[in-house]
């Protein structure tokens, strides 16, 4: 749905200003959204990317001869 994209985006956003260095504080005045905002959508991404990262190392693993 559209807000589904929408919420999306907003995560991708915080994503793109986090990994480029600003803080939660700066990201949240950006966003238009208080800062725990912020670090609970930062935490969610981290868990996200944790389990990404953990699949790809468990099927490169299992690759190996």
Request: net charge positive; hydrophobic share 40%.
């Amino acid at each position: 749905t559209a807000y589904r994209r929408q919420r999306q985006m907003c995560i991708r956003d915080r994503a793109e200003l986090h990994v480029a260095g600003f803080t939660n504080r700066e990201i949240a005045v950006r966003m238009h959204c208080v800062e725990r905002t912020v670090e609970r959508k930062i935490a969610l991404l981290r868990r996200c990317w944790q389990s990404l990262a953990g699949s790809s190392m468990e099927r490169d693993i299992a690759e190996l001869p």
